[in-house]
């Protein structure tokens, strides 16, 4: 149960980070700071903010029940969940590199949460 928490949380800091990376194409720059502050202001940032709030109460959760040292490599699996959002939804490159890249990090995942 706590691992599909920490997973959801993991998640969800992903789909923050997404919708950040979708909100910073709608930031004007160049026309002035206060304008350029005011349109940070965007749906997909106050989304992008409320995922981060949600996934940070979860990880407390996750942290009063799994050691540290256990649950802070699930942070890593964060790297597969943008990857492939990106892939999706920015229509990013996916490569070679990348997928051995994440096998590492996936691997290393595994192998310190095994008992």
Same mark, same amino acid.
Not at 9 to 32: N, R
Not at 80 to 100: A, D, G, P, R
């Given at each position: 149960?706590?691992?599909?928490?920490?997973?959801?949380?993991? %998640?969800?800091?992903?789909? *923050?980070?997404?919708?950040?990376?979708?909100?910073? %194409?709608?930031?004007?720059?160049?026309? *002035?700071?206060?304008?350029t502050v005011l349109s940070l202001i965007s749906?997909?940032?106050?989304?992008?903010?409320?995922?981060?709030?949600?996934?940070?109460?979860?990880?407390?959760?996750?942290?009063?029940?799994?050691?540290?040292?256990?649950?802070?490599?699930?942070?890593?699996?964060?790297?597969?969940?943008?990857?492939?959002?990106?892939?999706?939804?920015?229509?990013?490159?996916?490569?070679?590199?990348?997928?051995? *890249?994440?096998?590492?990090?996936? %691997?290393?995942?595994?192998?310190?949460?095994?008992?």
């Open positions: 149960m706590i691992y599909i928490v920490a997973l959801i949380s993991v %998640a969800l800091g992903s789909i *923050g980070q997404l919708l950040l990376k979708m909100g910073s %194409a709608e930031v004007k720059t160049g026309e *002035g700071i206060w304008t749906l997909k940032v106050i989304v992008a903010i409320c995922c981060f709030v949600v996934s940070m109460f979860l990880w407390i959760f996750v942290l009063r029940k799994m050691e540290l040292s256990l649950a802070y490599p699930m942070v890593s699996l964060g790297y597969i969940f943008v990857m492939l959002l990106s892939f999706y939804f920015l229509q990013e490159q996916l490569s070679v590199t990348k997928f051995l *890249g994440t096998g590492l990090i996936v %691997a290393g995942v595994v192998v310190l949460n095994v008992k």
